[in-house]
């Protein structure tokens, strides 16, 4: 391993000797130069603690005054200090400081010098970390008419890829390094580098098993490299010329080679000693350095925060710094990495609380958003879908049923555009995946969503068949609501996307265990298909096949489907061939349903409802026209109130079988209404009718007396079930 701090060309030809006179004094370029000079020879020398003293706050005036070239060599001298004191973590930020620093200056000689030592870092232990730090040094070095800098990266990856035992390309850095070699044969550094070349080249011979020439070319490297390179490679090469000796079996020579490695071995033992004990003095100097640079990073910290703390609190701060590290004094070093990982956890732990509220706000305001959206939304799809579907009921307006029913389509269209984007929301909240059980037909539930695609098939020439094997129970007992968003959605999907062909739905029975029914739901059409390669993505919100998109849709469906599914510990699958169709099914554990709790749910009738007194708290005209039809429909009374303050007074006067309450009002809103009609009356059922969807919010509407909510626009069904069970069960 050859150190870059040989590149550094000195200017002074003198050592200095009384490095005090150092301290409180500007430098020119040379004087830089020439107290390198001086600390490099105390680098070899093993005085690491000098090169600790005055390297450091050396290192500190070249940064501010900008002498680049000066920085370049002092840098790698200090880096290299490091290394020699294992201290690898400062060795690295010196390291890649430098390397910014170089970047931003645009200097590729201090970039190659930075990877070099870099590599240095893990030249002994480590040396495949260290080939990947040095090979982005390899074309950078071809790039500058440095010849040493090029020697040095090619010699130092030809000894890694060596020791790594990849000879072919150690051979090849190798020959680069004899070529450059041969290019600068007055070059004084010359003899010392031939040396490293020849002990690499050996060490390549003995594991090529070329003993004889290992033999010639190790003794050749040590003849050159006698009293210039580094002990290590002295006793490396003997320790390769015992092994070449010993493989064409000449123990003579095995023995004679090796009394002189012991003697370097012991000779290595006792300046290592040495070097130990300098080292023991330099981590002292280097611990008292690592002290002021904490403090003058507290200090830095404590500068960035005066914008945002008082000034005494800064003080006492700085104070309570400074005097913590006078006090710790040596003892605060054995601490430091504990306390600094302390201040990093409090740092990491602060940050995630202010990203926490930051996400919790932002979150607030996504459900703000949706909240409102839903509502000016909804509203108005609430008065174009509810009176379509009186009026289509009317038989005054049979003429017309044609033009309602398109209304109605495309109303219903749009609403399914937004409940998408809404119950995304929805089915990723912990209220959103719980399970609400009820007894239902699945016969039924089936035969009712196909209905919904009447128009939309008979406008796409489509048909649709729905089988359900005899296995199947009549009566299934899950979460209805979910079930039915699952079918809607990929009935809806077959429907759009097929034109003069057949959609097929089947649940067929697979297995029978503990109680459950293990059926397999089935959605299949004649359509498009989706192209193979599309098939994966698919699923991913917003995702959209991509010759369909002139069909409209969100791209939410089947990502909410998969939602869906996951609650109910299922998983939606696809079998598509473009131009043919596609086939979507999944597998799902369902309980039986209770026939005698079904038929009593149906036996109810909405004829119960008939001369039942609702009151109406809406403060939209359209919303109050819709609902109040509705209920003439059926025979119920109505009296309607503008807001919540008019519905206590109602409420107060009057006696009502239902209260149907809209949340978002002006004067008073529902909740606040709901609240104060609590007070004076407890039974009397409320069931809010709003456009915004509550399984979203924070707020649990018990919480304020109402017992039930439907999200506006809704099928006049589900009002008269709402109804019809609240005010048979006549309980709050």
């Given at each position: 391993?050859?150190?870059?701090?040989?590149?550094?060309?000195?200017?002074?030809?003198?050592?200095?000797?009384?490095?005090?006179?150092?301290?409180?004094?500007?430098?020119?370029?040379?004087?830089?130069?020439?107290?390198?000079?001086?600390?490099?020879?105390?680098?070899?020398?093993?005085?690491?603690?000098?090169?600790?003293?005055?390297?450091?706050?050396?290192?500190?005036?070249?940064?501010?005054?900008?002498?680049?070239?000066?920085?370049?060599?002092?840098?790698?001298?200090?880096?290299?200090?490091?290394?020699?004191?294992?201290?690898?973590?400062?060795?690295?930020?010196?390291?890649?400081?430098?390397?910014?620093?170089?970047?931003?200056?645009?200097?590729?000689?201090?970039?190659?010098?930075?990877?070099?030592?870099?590599?240095?870092?893990?030249?002994?232990?480590?040396?495949?970390?260290?080939?990947?730090?040095?090979?982005?040094?390899?074309?950078?070095?071809?790039?500058?008419?440095?010849?040493?800098?090029?020697?040095?990266?090619?010699?130092?990856?030809?000894?890694?890829?060596?020791?790594?035992?990849?000879?072919?390309?150690?051979?090849?850095?190798?020959?680069?390094?004899?070529?450059?070699?041969?290019?600068?044969?007055?070059?004084?550094?010359?003899?010392?580098?031939?040396?490293?070349?020849?002990?690499?080249?050996?060490?390549?011979?003995?594991?090529?098993?070329?003993?004889?020439?290992?033999?010639?070319?190790?003794?050749?490297?040590?003849?050159?490299?006698?009293?210039?390179?580094?002990?290590?490679?002295?006793?490396?090469?003997?320790?390769?010329?015992?092994?070449?000796?010993?493989?064409?079996?000449?123990?003579?020579?095995?023995?004679?080679?090796?009394?002189?490695?012991?003697?370097?071995?012991?000779?290595?033992?006792?300046s290592e000693k040495i070097k130990?004990?300098?080292?023991?003095?330099?981590?002292?100097?280097?611990?008292?350095?690592?002290?002021?640079?904490?403090?003058?990073?507290?200090?830095?910290?404590?500068?960035?925060?005066?914008?945002?703390?008082?000034?005494?609190?800064?003080?006492?701060?700085?104070?309570?710094?400074?005097?913590?590290?006078?006090?710790?004094?040596?003892?605060?070093?054995?601490?430091?990495?504990?306390?600094?990982?302390?201040?990093?956890?409090?740092?990491?732990?602060?940050?995630?609380?202010?990203?926490?509220?930051?996400?919790?706000?932002?979150?607030?305001?996504?459900?703000?958003?949706?909240?409102?959206?839903?509502?000016?939304?909804?509203?108005?799809?609430?008065?174009?879908?509810?009176?379509?579907?009186?009026?289509?009921?009317?038989?005054?307006?049979?003429?017309?049923?044609?033009?309602?029913?398109?209304?109605?389509f495309s109303a219903d269209y749009?609403?399914?555009?937004?409940?998408?984007?809404?119950?995304?929301?929805?089915?990723?909240?912990?209220?959103?995946?719980?399970?609400?059980?009820?007894?239902?037909?699945?016969?039924?539930?089936?035969?009712?969503?196909?209905?919904?695609?009447?128009?939309?098939?008979?406008?796409?020439?489509?048909?649709?068949?729905?089988?359900?094997?005899?296995?199947?129970?009549?009566?299934?007992?899950?979460?209805?609501?979910?079930?039915?968003?699952?079918?809607?959605?990929?009935?809806?999907?077959?429907?759009?996307?097929?034109?003069?062909?057949?959609?097929?739905?089947?649940?067929?029975?697979?297995?029978?265990?503990?109680?459950?029914?293990?059926?397999?739901?089935?959605?299949?059409?004649?359509?498009?298909?989706?192209?193979?390669?599309?098939?994966?993505?698919?699923?991913?919100?917003?995702?959209?096949?991509?010759?369909?998109?002139?069909?409209?849709?969100?791209?939410?469906?089947?990502?909410?489907?998969?939602?869906?599914?996951?609650?109910?510990?299922?998983?939606?699958?696809?079998?598509?061939?473009?131009?043919?169709?596609?086939?979507?099914?999944?597998?799902?554990?369902?309980?039986?349903?209770?026939?005698?709790?079904?038929?009593?749910?149906?036996?109810?009738?909405?004829?119960?409802?008939?001369?039942?007194?609702?009151?109406?708290?809406?403060?939209?005209?359209?919303?109050?026209?819709?609902?109040?039809?509705?209920?003439?429909?059926?025979?119920?009374?109505?009296?309607?109130?503008?807001?919540?303050?008019?519905?206590?007074?109602?409420?107060?006067?009057?006696?009502?079988?239902?209260?149907?309450?809209?949340?978002?009002?002006?004067?008073?809103?529902?909740?606040?209404?709901?609240?104060?009609?609590?007070?004076?009356?407890?039974?009397?059922?409320?069931i809010a009718l709003t456009a915004?969807?509550?399984?979203?919010?924070?707020?649990?509407?018990?919480?304020?007396?109402?017992?039930?909510?439907?999200?506006?626009?809704?099928?006049?069904?589900?009002?008269?079930?709402?109804?019809?069970?609240?005010?048979?069960?006549?309980?709050?």
């Amino acid at each position: 391993m050859i150190n870059f701090i040989f590149l550094i060309n000195s200017k002074a030809q003198t050592l200095i000797n009384d490095t005090s006179s150092l301290a409180d004094k500007e430098y020119t370029a040379q004087d830089i130069d020439s107290v390198t000079a001086a600390l490099r020879k105390s680098f070899y020398k093993g005085e690491f603690h000098k090169i600790i003293d005055f390297g450091t706050p050396l290192l500190d005036y070249v940064e501010k005054t900008n002498f680049f070239r000066e920085e370049r060599g002092l840098r790698s001298l200090i880096t290299n200090t490091f290394i020699q004191l294992d201290e690898f973590e400062g060795a690295e930020d010196l390291i890649n400081e430098g390397l910014e620093r170089a970047k931003l200056k645009k200097d590729t000689l201090a970039t190659i010098s930075g990877y070099i030592d870099l590599s240095n870092c893990y030249f002994e232990n480590e040396p495949l970390k260290a080939i990947i730090y040095l090979k982005p040094a390899a074309p950078l070095v071809q790039k500058v008419q440095h010849p040493r800098a090029q020697f040095i990266v090619n010699s130092n990856l030809a000894e890694l890829y060596e020791r790594v035992d990849t000879l072919e390309v150690a051979q090849k850095h190798l020959d680069i390094s004899w070529k450059l070699l041969d290019m600068h044969s007055s070059a004084d550094w010359r003899t010392e580098f031939e040396a490293v070349t020849l002990h690499i080249q050996g060490a390549i011979f003995l594991k090529q098993k070329k003993y004889e020439r290992a033999i010639e070319t190790i003794k050749k490297s040590l003849e050159l490299g006698y009293g210039k390179f580094d002990q290590r490679y002295h006793i490396k090469n003997y320790e390769n010329l015992m092994m070449a000796y010993e493989n064409i079996e000449q123990y003579k020579n095995v023995t004679e080679i090796r009394h002189i490695y012991d003697s370097l071995i012991t000779a290595r033992y006792k300046s290592e000693k040495i070097k130990q004990q300098n080292i023991a003095s330099s981590k002292f100097k280097l611990d008292q350095y690592k002290q002021k640079l904490l403090q003058s990073q507290l200090e830095n910290e404590i500068s960035l925060q005066k914008q945002a703390k008082s000034d005494l609190l800064l003080k006492i701060f700085y104070a309570s710094s400074v005097i913590l590290i006078a006090i710790l004094g040596f003892l605060f070093y054995t601490r430091y990495k504990r306390n600094l990982l302390l201040e990093n956890l409090k740092l990491k732990n602060q940050q995630y609380l202010e990203a926490k509220e930051e996400s919790e706000k932002l979150a607030n305001k996504n459900t703000q958003f949706l909240s409102t959206i839903s509502h000016e939304l909804r509203t108005p799809l609430y008065g174009i879908v509810g009176l379509s579907s009186v009026f289509l009921k009317d038989p005054k307006f049979d003429e017309h049923s044609d033009d309602l029913s398109s209304l109605k389509f495309s109303a219903d269209y749009l609403l399914s555009l937004v409940n998408d984007v809404l119950n995304l929301n929805k089915f990723s909240s912990a209220e959103g995946r719980q399970i609400h059980k009820s007894n239902f037909k699945i016969r039924q539930l089936i035969s009712n969503i196909a209905q919904n695609f009447e128009f939309l098939n008979r406008k796409n020439n489509n048909s649709i068949n729905i089988t359900v094997s005899e296995k199947v129970p009549e009566i299934l007992y899950t979460d209805k609501m979910k079930i039915s968003q699952v079918l809607l959605n990929l009935i809806s999907n077959a429907c759009k996307f097929t034109e003069d062909g057949k959609i097929e739905v089947r649940v067929e029975f697979l297995d029978y265990k503990n109680e459950q029914y293990l059926l397999k739901f089935m959605i299949k059409d004649t359509g498009k298909g989706i192209p193979e390669e599309e098939q994966t993505n698919i699923f991913n919100e917003f995702a959209q096949v991509q010759n369909n998109q002139d069909l409209g849709g969100t791209g939410l469906g089947l990502a909410i489907v998969n939602k869906i599914l996951l609650t109910l510990n299922s998983k939606l699958n696809l079998k598509s061939t473009l131009h043919k169709g596609s086939e979507f099914f999944f597998d799902v554990w369902l309980e039986a349903g209770n026939h005698i709790t079904a038929e009593k749910e149906e036996l109810l009738g909405f004829e119960k409802l008939k001369n039942k007194h609702i009151l109406i708290v809406d403060d939209n005209k359209i919303n109050q026209v819709v609902t109040r039809k509705i209920l003439e429909q059926y025979d119920m009374k109505h009296q309607i109130a503008s807001n919540g303050l008019e519905a206590i007074s109602f409420v107060e006067e009057d006696s009502f079988d239902a209260i149907l309450m809209d949340i978002n009002m002006p004067i008073m809103d529902g909740m606040e209404s709901s609240t104060q009609i609590r007070t004076f009356n407890k039974t009397v059922p409320i069931i809010a009718l709003t456009a915004t969807d509550y399984v979203n919010e924070n707020r649990n509407l018990k919480d304020y007396g109402i017992n039930d909510f439907i999200i506006k626009p809704y099928k006049t069904e589900d009002l008269l079930e709402t109804l019809t069970k609240h005010i048979t069960n006549g309980k709050v």
